[in-house]
């Protein structure tokens, strides 16, 4: 096991750099959950929560904000990846093609990504690159955490409904995949969001090893 069970102090994340690609990302080692989803879905805001910090990854109301592979120390061996969103048409296709090369080549190959957060607008969960992206997660290997963002913008009843929606969508992909709503401004499934990347980055590695073949 990489850490000890003892939960994680997220609120100590510290930024550690910002990648253009994983030939310039930290060594692939120890344990690294990314935070994934469309442009503006609201990972940034997302990590930001988790951390209990305002601005250690940058938000904007422009989607496209985060372009580089930005990466987060929670402790020497731990990392939360800022990914940058993608489906955002309005920028030059150059620029969108590199991104989304880099994007596919950090979740192809990064062997200490262990879990992904697909981060979803409640109101419009489930788009075909979120579902491209949960799939090949799932084929991965890949614990999902699906995030329903900016619950805030739904009654409560609207909430449970779309809730049970994605839920019931998502079964399809077994246990791998947990569902929850989420809001970075008034802190719903926070305790949910920290839960589950607190047990992927501790119960790693932690099985008892296979008995031997006689
Ligand atoms: N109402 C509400 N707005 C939110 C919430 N989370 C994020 N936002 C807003 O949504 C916008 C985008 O948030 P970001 O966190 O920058 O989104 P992102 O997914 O990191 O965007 P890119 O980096 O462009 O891909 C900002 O204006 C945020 O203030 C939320 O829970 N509730
Ligand atoms: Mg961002």
């Not at 990064?110 to 579902?131: A, E, F, N, S, T």
């Not at 999902?144 to 049970?164: F, G, H, I, Y």
Request: net charge positive; hydrophobic share 40%; with cysteine.
């Amino acid at each position: 096991m990489i850490v000890s069970d003892q939960r994680l102090l997220f609120q100590n994340t510290r930024f550690s750099t910002s990648a253009p690609d994983i030939r310039h990302m930290p060594a692939d080692d120890g344990i690294e959950i990314a935070f994934a989803g469309r442009s503006n879905a609201g990972k940034s805001s997302a990590l930001n929560a988790l951390t209990r910090q305002k601005r250690l990854a940058k938000t904007s109301s422009t989607p496209g904000r985060t372009q580089l592979i930005n990466v987060f120390n929670v402790i020497d061996d731990v990392r939360l990846i800022d990914l940058p969103g993608y489906g955002f048409a309005k920028v030059p296709i150059a620029v969108r093609n590199k991104w989304q090369r880099a994007l596919g080549e950090y979740l192809q190959k990064r062997q200490c990504l262990k879990g992904l957060v697909v981060l979803m607008d409640i109101r419009h969960p489930l788009k075909d690159l979120d579902q491209q992206m949960v799939g090949w997660a799932v084929d991965s290997g890949l614990q999902v955490l699906v995030t329903l963002t900016k619950a805030d913008k739904l009654s409560q009843s609207e909430r449970s409904k779309m809730l049970k929606k994605v839920r019931e969508a998502c079964l399809f992909y077994g246990d791998q995949v947990e569902v929850i709503t989420f809001s970075s401004l008034r802190k719903f499934g926070l305790e949910q969001l920290e839960e589950t990347v607190n047990r992927w980055c501790t119960t790693h590695d932690d099985a008892p090893a296979e008995p031997e073949e006689e």
